[in-house]
Structures are given as C-alpha cells and as structure tokens.
C-alpha cells in the first residue's frame, strides 16, 4: 500500500473485511487508518520494496514493540474506493521511476497523481440548459451572449464548460441563471458531450512540401509495428523556426495516433499558452482536446482524470502535471516548446516535465515528440548522438521571412535620463503604428522598478525574509518580495532617515514601461500583459483575442508574450533590456537568454509583411547578441557546448544540487560543512561547495548549497542514496522536510535548472 506520506516505500495492509473477489488489484485506491488519522493510499505491487513498519512519530505507541523486536500487527483497510478507476500499471511504474530519479518518497509522487479524483466526490453533477424560449425582458451583453450560444437546449454543460467556451467569467453564467435564461438540469458524464471525439480527418491542412516530409517521419513512427519490442519507442526532435508550421506538423501525429484509436498528451510549458493551441486544435480536429490544468475546477479535474482512465478522453493538452493522469492508452506524447524551463517543477517532486515525458513515453511504447524553435542544449546533443530522431523545418511557412535584427547600443543611442525607450526604438514603433501594423515591447520583469531607493540616505527596500530587493507595483501601491509572500504598502517616509517623498524607483518594471509609452505613443490601443495582470485562463483568452483583432496595436508584456503566438499583424518586436538574463552567471544563463530573445523575436513578421526585431543593449559584443544579430542559433549552441564540455558540465555531465537550509545562518552553514565532508569522491565524481546560495535567504531560511557532478556515465542517485542517507537516516526519505536538528531541511534537485 503506497499512502502519500515521505516514507521510503510501499507499507502492508490486511484488507478490509467486506471487499469482494478481484477488488483488491494493485491500483485500487482505498482510505487506510494512518497514525492516529486516516488517509488514502493506492494498493501497489512493486515487487522490489521492502514493506515498512509505521515510523514512530506517527505510531509512538508501536515505536517500542518495535524495537524490542516484536511483531507488529498489521492494520485494516478501512474502505476501497470502487468509484474510482484503478490507476493503470503503466502509471504505478512510472511513479516509481520519478520517485527513485528524484529521489522523492513514491508516496509524494503518488499524490501529486491521484488529488483529482479524490477531490470531488460525486460525479453526477449539475449543468446548464439555455432556456427555450428566453425570458422576454433578458439583458443582452456580448459576454452573455457568447455564454448563450455555447450552451444548448438538450445537452447540460456545467459552468466551468460554459465559462470555457465563452471565454468569460462564472459571474456571467450566475446573471443568465438569476435571469432565467439558463435552466439547471442534471448531467450524465455519458451523455453531457463532456469529451467530444477529435476526428483525425476533419480539417486536415495542404501542407508544404517540407512539412509533409517531416510529417511523414513523424507519423511512420507511428506505424512501426509495435510488437518490434526490442526497439524502444522513438523520440523525435522537430526543430523548425518560429512560424514554420511546427504545431500543424505534429497535429499530423497526432491524427494518425487518432486513426489508431490510441490517447495522446501534449504538454505545453504554461496553461497561458494554450488558449490558441485550443482553438488551432479545435479548427483542426472539430472537437475540443480535454485541457488539463491546476485551475480547472475541482469537478472538472475529476471528470478529466477519470475520462482518461476510462478511455474516453482521447487528446489532453496541459503543462507538465499532465504526465501523471492514468492513460490507459497512450500512443503519443508531444512536448511543445521542449526548451522552456517551466517544465521544471522546483518545488515538492523536483522533476523535469520533459525529461519525464520521455521516461514516460518509453514505459508505454510510445513515440514522444520534442519541438522547439530553440532546443535545448540537452536535446540537441541526444539528436546528434542518435538517441533522438531530428526532423527540420528550416523555412517559414508561405514564404513568410523570418524578421530582421538589429541592435540598439544604449550606451550610445540610449534614452533620455529617467526614460527607457531609446530614440531609434521610438521611432520604430510609430512607424509601425502609422503603417497600420502591430508592435510588441518585451520586458521579462513584473511591476513599476525592481528597487526602491531614498535619495536622502540611501536607503534600499529589501525583504525580510529574502535577500531581494522589494519590488515596487505602482498599480496597487505596494512593494512586494518576488521571492515570498512579502508585501506592503509604499511608505511615504523613508524608513532610514525619515525623510519624506525621497524614495526613488530606480531601473524598469512593465508598469513603468507601460507609463512611457502612453505617455510616448498616445495614439496607441495599449494592452499590457503580464502573469500577475492576466492571472485566469479567461482573461489570457480576451486578451488575445484583442490582439488577434486588432482592437490592440501596441502589447507591453513580460515573457508570457515571448511564446508561442501566432498574431499576423505584428511585424516589431522591441526588447527593452535584452541584457537582463545574462547576470548571475548560472550555467543556462546564456542558452536562456539566447532562447527567450530568439522566441520573443519569432513573433514578429509571420503574416505577409516582414518583421523586425530591435534589442536595446549595453552589450551588444556579447555572444548571444551577436549571434542574435546573425540569427545564428546553432553556431551559439556549438559555442556553448565547447564551453561546457571540458568541465563535464550537462549535457556532458550529471549533476544534482543539495541544498541546505536552517533558520540560523550558523547552522546551515556547519551542517554542508559537515554534508561536504563526507561528500562522495571518486574519478568523474565531484562535490562543489559549499557556497551560500545566491538567494542566500529565503523565505526566513539560510541557504548554503553543494554541487554533486558525474561524467554521463555515472548514475547520480546511488552516490546521493548512499552520502546523504548514511547521515540523515533519521528523516524519513530525501527532497522532503525531516524534522532534523534545528529546523534543518536538505533538499535535492537531480538535474538543476535554477542555481538560485
Ligand atoms: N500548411 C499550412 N497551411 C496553412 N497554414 C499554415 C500551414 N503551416 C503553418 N501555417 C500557419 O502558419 C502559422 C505558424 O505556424 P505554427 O504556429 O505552427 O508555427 P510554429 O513553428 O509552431 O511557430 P513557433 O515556434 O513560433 O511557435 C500559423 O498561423 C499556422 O496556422
Ligand atoms: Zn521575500
């Protein structure tokens, strides 16, 4: 029985006494009495874990049977859960996997796994019906409207359907009910339309002649004969520039997976992407794919993971969290955007979404599909060694150019004191606007200005549980911590030395950028889009439905605008601080920066006329401009694999990261002293560190962190097993808080993407 708590493995049960015959197969989830409370766990039959005895501060009262070398007794089952589908052995295995690759406790990965079910109860539910006739004296709006044709007379939806399909707020759903306009009534998940079946033939597109090809490789992955187990499931990396059709290209794959009645998941890096990957899919398959996603409603998720388990859902579309619903059928998976480092969960299971959808791919015989404009270094290098397939997309699609690059030196053409839009990106923009075209400035910072200084004392705003500058946020008149929950209000006094109306913002936010340019551009139709403005699914979708129509000629936004959209009419990309990434010095800083620049810039010029990308920098000798000014993508990622093979840094190494943390700085510290003692030594093995972590305080904890590096062939997670279990034998499993000495946590990320 595997229960979601840090213990090292799976612990044994008698069953309950009423369960028929055949209910008690491994994947059965079941409510056990745990400790003093109760829980869930999933009954599991992985043959290679020692089943475990309590641990004793759940159980005090047994910790002394224990150890005077009693038996235990075992425990009942309290209820199995029939309403809820068996997890399906290809998803057991894989949370096994994650768990020994990360060195999680499986228990912690099961929950991630399995919340949704357990969250809603019933599955009957209630919908909607639109009122036959409508209520003579109904108040029509657009909103309400769109609410109206998405709903049907016979066919209930429920609000979270309705709110989807219309692209608005549950608000308007709650005014058409008081009104009378909708009915409720009780929805069947068979009957409802929950999940309507994509037809792999419905819209298919004429594509080029390149596409076809690279369509073509992709679907005779397909086609392989299955039976040929010797031979590992494919992975293909589709490297295609910005706009040259890469989402048509796999929608082939995903067709043919259709044809052969198999499930298909595709992840994107950020829910915000998927409003128009929705539509495109939609226009394409003339039916929805079930989207997947932290937000959706409780009901909804439920729904969503049992309609996979049973085979009714047949495309999902999600971000990384996707990886763990219980296909029973999958034949495909596609990681959109492969190289974004939002597929790196960096909190709880530290797991990398694209790493595991490989894993998982391989564990069910599937073909996984990597597309990128950008791709990582880690991708390309399993490309060219052979591990992976390559296909390439190197034009346009219909002749569209890729755009233009040019640079803004800013310690020359810079902008006035106290502004941020140099002249030559002014003029630019306007030129945009009065051609009747669309212009973007890109700005990967939140709020008005990074820090906030007393020009009387000199005074600097810093968080107290972070060492973080505070972040000013104009709009709401605080300062807030990036980093943690921290805000409050700007003050009006300095807090140093009293004096008043002296504090100044210092460097820009996309607020302030926003500021200059209304100021600037005062004709423009300005929308400013950033994850804390845009914070719902609905609001992205009408915000970009007010690009795509043009109601908006000038977007201010911050990287959630870099990816993936597809809007005809911009042909200028503005990068306000194309330095911003590079500081730090972490070891992806370049590839990043090059990568999001290169995406950002991909927005510009996809329709008929051609586009241009400027880059304000102080920098512009730097690698990554140059390459930028040249749109030589390859020859910067040979560069800097030249520059990380020596050191075996990844891909050419392995590496994973521990990471200290204590209320008191002094005891962090002594313990990754005494961590980096007894560090693992050996050819190709090396411990660095310790070192305080960049972000040497957070969230009120001391961090000091210790750098674990094996050449390729080394297997990490051994040396990790053996160096820090030897010492911290007293917590119950790694990555996950122990109740050590003094506050004290050790964490681990096997294959670090943040160094902070
Ligand atoms: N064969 C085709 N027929 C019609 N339209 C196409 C075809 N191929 C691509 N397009 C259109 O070209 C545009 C760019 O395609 P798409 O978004 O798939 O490119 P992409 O390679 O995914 O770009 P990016 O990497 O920038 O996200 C879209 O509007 C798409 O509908
Ligand atoms: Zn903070």
Known sequence: MLVPRPFAGALDYLPPASAGPGELAAGRIVRVPLGRGESFGCIWDDAGEVAQTLPPDLTPDRQEEENKGRKITLRRMAELRLDIPLLPPSLRRFIDWVAAYTLTPPGMVLAMAIRAPLQASARTQLGWLRAEPLPEDLRLTPQRRAVLEAASVQHPMTTAMLTERAGVGAGVVRGLAASGALK??????????????????????????????AADVLTSALKEPAADTAKPAPVI?????????????????????????????????????????????????????????????????????????????RVVVGPRSALFLPFSNLGLVVVDEEHESAYKQEEGVTYHGRDMAVVRGRQVGAPVILASATPSMETRANAEHGRYGHVVLP???????????????????????????????????????????????????????PLTLCRACGHRFECPNCSAWMVEHRKRGVLACHHCDHVEPVPTQCPGCGAEHALVPIGPGIER????????????????????????????AEAVHKVASGEVNLVIGTQMVAKGWDFPDLTLVGVVDADLGLGGGDLRAAERTMQLL????????????????????YAGEHPVMQALLKNDFNGFMAQEAALRQPGF???????????????QERVAEEQARLLAASAPRGPGVQ??????APLALLRGRW???LLLRTRRGIALQPLLRQWLGARWSGTYGLGVQGGGEGGLKIEVDVDPVSFL
Not at 284 to 294: K, L
Request: a positive charge.
């Open 184 to 213: 409720q009534a009780v929805l069947h998940p068979e009957e409802s339309g929950l999940f309507p079946a994509p037809q792999p033939d419905f819209a298919p597109p004429v594509l080029s002649a390149q596409q076809q090809d």
């Open 237 to 313: 990396l589709l490297e295609g520039v910005t706009g040259s059709g890469k989402t048509e290209v796999y929608f082939e794959a995903v067709a043919e997976a259709l044809r052969q009645g198999r499930q298909v998941l595709v992840l994107l890096p950020e829910i915000a992407l998927t409003t128009q990957w929705r539509e495109r899919f939609a226009r394409r398959f003339g039916a929805e794919a079930a989207v997947w996603h932290s937000e959706l409603g409780a009901r909804r998720r439920r729904d969503v993971w049992c309609g996979v388990a049973e085979g009714q859902v």
């Open 395 to 449: 034009a346009r699609h219909g002749g569209a150019r890729l755009p233009e690059t040019a640079l803004v030196d800013m310690r020359r053409d810079g902008p006035e004191r106290g502004e941020f839009l140099s002249p030559v990106l002014s003029a630019a923009v306007d030129r945009a606007l009065e051609a009747g075209e669309q212009a973007m400035l890109f700005l990967n910072r939140r709020g008005y200005a």
């Open 513 to 540: 950028i926003r500021e200059e340019a209304e100021k600037r551009f005062p004709q423009a139709r300005l929308l400013c889009m950033a994850s804390d403005t845009l914070d719902s699914p609905a609001a992205m």
């Open 598 to 617: 290169h995406q950002v810039g991909g927005r510009a010029g996809r329709g008929t006329r051609p586009g241009r990308v400027l880059l304000q920098s």
């Open 649 to 663: 840094w990844p891909p050419f190494g392995r590496l994973a990261a521990v990471i200290v943390s204590a209320p």
């Open 687 to 692: 411990v660095l560190g310790p070192a305080p």
């Open 703 to 705: 961090r000091q962190r």
